[in-house]
């Protein structure tokens, strides 16, 4: 009986102690900004890699931004579901590659950045990728913590929002990066200036 | 053992009346901050797929602004935020630019005065350092719309004018002290007439141009935004402040522009 009655207390007891842990299961905000100290070059002022959140690719690989360095990217953020502007943008972005000569695609890199945290998962970027042909040795696709989102989004300023059907509204904007990750150029709205972007690309690889 | 027993159900019935108290009593919101109670937000501006009504969930909120005062001590502690040590990719170059140095606010920048000239990451960094976040544009917005005699100041007449006039001002180059202004409902104060304030994701208002109508926006720049609308046109100064936040990029620092932290409860 006794007995009975202390493990009743002792269930009680921590029962009690459980409503004041839960606050702590939505502790998604997490650092955003100082990347920790960088390995050998450290980075630009202006570089985007000084971001230190972390992503998933589609492989499953948890990588850091700053992993891009040493080539050039065209950036561009996303969500898979989208069926507005996302597809064109990429397919533009293709076209763009398509034009270029093999040793120049070699030298550069692609990078898609999803807005959806939630349904952009490795398989359904592992999807995207296989429904538009995007090849494994230069593209890649993140999938990021919605803190790690909203930090890229503000230094690439792009402006996103989700609705209430979980469709994503978002400005139109391909970046090109140096291989440091500094904005070198910003090409906003649907029709990508596939000359300039590739004068600017050529100069980059010169350097 | 009637003793024993005695003494298991006093200390049980003590687990259960802390228990409830965790669980059903308020918390009290840690020191300097007041608890906003959940509710719903109406959103001044959105597309025709957005909610109509966000609900926000009860939270902590930064009773005043944070003050030059508080911004020296986290500078102090992380010299990655000092004036010569910032990063250009988090601030641009007016970086407490009213400040005398690195760690000397001077004359233009009073201890008791809300800090400005502060980019978004450098509140978020701040916040993140004491423990808090920024707060949504929703929470916001919601905390803002009380005046100090209700929650719902949309209904208060003499609140509306107040506040009216205080956006038609221009802000004075250098700021008062934080705490002057009249505690809202809730017991915040300052969320009107002394500074802007970032919030977390500012980068949602999408306006671009001329923001006296959507007519500004450039369909291709964006997607799916083409369908904005206002939903309370008495409300202009809600208005102005989605006109501001839609201008402002994340190392933009602004003088009259500071920031509030915000914790989940």
Same mark, same amino acid.
């Given at each position: 009986?006794?007995?009975?009655?202390?493990?009743?207390? /002792?269930? !009680?007891?921590?029962?009690?102690?459980?409503?004041?842990?839960?606050?702590?299961?939505?502790?998604?905000?997490?650092?955003?900004?100082?990347?920790?100290?960088?390995?050998?070059?450290?980075?630009?002022?202006?570089?985007? &890699?000084?971001?230190?959140?972390?992503?998933?690719?589609?492989?499953?690989? /948890?990588?850091?931004? @700053?992993?891009?360095?040493?080539?050039?990217?065209?950036?561009?953020?996303?969500?898979?579901?989208?069926?507005?502007?996302?597809?064109?943008?990429? @397919?533009?972005?293709?076209?763009?590659?398509?034009?270029?000569?093999?040793?120049?695609?070699?030298?550069?890199?692609?990078?898609?950045?999803?807005?959806? @945290?939630?349904?952009?998962?490795?398989? /359904?970027?592992?999807? &995207?990728?296989?429904?538009?042909?995007?090849?494994?040795?230069?593209?890649?696709?993140?999938?990021? @913590?919605?803190?790690?989102?909203?930090?890229?989004?503000?230094? !690439?300023?792009?402006?996103?929002?989700?609705?209430?059907?979980?469709?994503?509204?978002?400005?139109?904007?391909?970046?090109?990066?140096?291989?440091?990750?500094?904005?070198?150029?910003?090409?906003?709205?649907?029709?990508?200036?596939?000359?300039?972007?590739?004068?600017?690309?050529?100069?980059?690889?010169?350097? | 053992?009637?003793?024993?027993?005695?003494?298991?159900?006093?200390?049980?019935?003590?687990?259960?009346?802390?228990?409830?108290?965790?669980?059903?009593?308020?918390?009290?919101?840690?020191?300097?901050?007041? #608890?906003?109670?959940?509710?719903?937000?109406?959103?001044?501006?959105?597309?025709?797929?957005?909610?109509?009504?966000?609900?926000?969930?009860?939270?902590?909120?930064?009773?005043?602004?944070? %003050?030059?005062?508080?911004?020296?001590?986290?500078?102090?502690?992380?010299?990655?935020?000092?004036?010569?040590?910032?990063?250009?990719?988090?601030?641009?170059?007016?970086?407490?630019?009213?400040?005398?140095?690195?760690?000397?606010?001077?004359?233009?920048?009073?201890?008791?005065?809300?800090? %400005?000239?502060?980019?978004?990451?450098?509140? #978020?960094?701040?916040?993140?350092?004491?423990?808090? #976040?920024?707060? %949504?544009?929703?929470?916001?917005?919601?905390?803002?719309?009380?005046?100090?005699?209700?929650?719902?100041?949309?209904?208060?007449?003499?609140?509306?004018?107040?506040?009216?006039?205080?956006?038609?001002?221009?802000?004075?180059?250098?700021?008062?002290?934080?705490?002057?202004?009249?505690?809202?409902?809730?017991?915040?104060?300052?969320?009107?007439?002394?500074?802007?304030?970032?919030?977390?994701?500012?980068? %949602?208002?999408?306006?671009?141009?001329?923001?006296?109508?959507?007519?500004?926006?450039?369909?291709?720049?964006?997607?799916?935004?083409?369908?904005?609308?206002?939903?309370?046109?008495?409300?202009?100064?809600?208005?102005?402040?989605?006109?501001?936040?839609?201008?402002?990029?994340?190392?933009?620092?602004?003088?009259?522009?500071?920031?509030?932290?915000?914790?989940?409860?």
């Amino acid at each position: 009986m006794k007995r009975i009655l202390y493990s009743i207390a /002792a269930l !009680l007891l921590v029962s009690a102690k459980l409503p004041a842990e839960e606050p702590n299961t939505n502790e998604v905000r997490r650092s955003c900004c100082i990347a920790a100290a960088a390995p050998a070059e450290p980075l630009t002022d202006k570089s985007l &890699y000084q971001i230190s959140s972390s992503w998933t690719n589609d492989a499953g690989q /948890a990588i850091q931004l @700053s992993s891009l360095r040493g080539r050039p990217q065209i950036v561009v953020m996303f969500f898979a579901s989208c069926q507005l502007t996302c597809p064109l943008i990429v @397919s533009q972005v293709k076209q763009f590659e398509a034009t270029l000569p093999e040793e120049t695609r070699a030298k550069i890199g692609f990078t898609l950045v999803s807005f959806d @945290s939630i349904r952009d998962t490795q398989d /359904a970027l592992k999807n &995207y990728r296989a429904g538009h042909s995007l090849s494994g040795d230069n593209w890649t696709l993140l999938n990021g @913590s919605p803190d790690g989102v909203l930090d890229l989004a503000a230094v !690439l300023g792009v402006k996103f929002k989700q609705d209430a059907q979980g469709q994503f509204s978002h400005s139109n904007l391909i970046t090109l990066l140096n291989s440091d990750g500094e904005i070198v150029q910003q090409f906003a709205g649907l029709n990508l200036n596939k000359e300039q972007l590739g004068v600017e690309i050529e100069k980059l690889i010169k350097d | 053992m009637l003793k024993h027993v005695q003494i298991i159900f006093l200390a049980a019935i003590a687990a259960i009346a802390a228990w409830t108290a965790v669980a059903c009593a308020a918390e009290p919101p840690p020191t300097g901050m007041v #608890r906003i109670p959940a509710g719903v937000y109406r959103p001044f501006f959105r597309a025709a797929n957005d909610a109509k009504e966000i609900s926000v969930k009860s939270f902590a909120l930064d009773a005043l602004p944070v %003050t030059t005062r508080d911004f020296l001590e986290f500078v102090r502690a992380h010299p990655q935020w000092q004036r010569s040590g910032v990063k250009h990719l988090f601030a641009d170059d007016s970086y407490l630019k009213n400040w005398a140095g690195d760690l000397e606010p001077g004359t233009n920048a009073p201890l008791d005065a809300p800090v %400005t000239f502060v980019s978004w990451f450098a509140a #978020r960094a701040y916040a993140e350092s004491q423990g808090k #976040r920024l707060p %949504t544009v929703a929470e916001w917005e919601y905390a803002a719309q009380a005046s100090s005699t209700r929650a719902d100041g949309e209904n208060d007449a003499a609140f509306k004018r107040e506040v009216l006039q205080w956006y038609s001002t221009a802000a004075p180059l250098k700021l008062g002290a934080v705490g002057r202004g009249p505690k809202n409902f809730y017991g915040a104060a300052d969320l009107h007439g002394l500074v802007w304030e970032w919030v977390l994701d500012f980068n %949602t208002a999408m306006v671009t141009g001329d923001s006296r109508g959507d007519g500004g926006i450039d369909a291709q720049y964006f997607c799916g935004a083409g369908a904005q609308g206002a939903q309370d046109l008495d409300n202009f100064p809600a208005f102005m402040r989605y006109g501001f936040r839609s201008s402002l990029k994340a190392d933009y620092c602004v003088h009259n522009l500071g920031f509030r932290c915000a914790k989940d409860l």
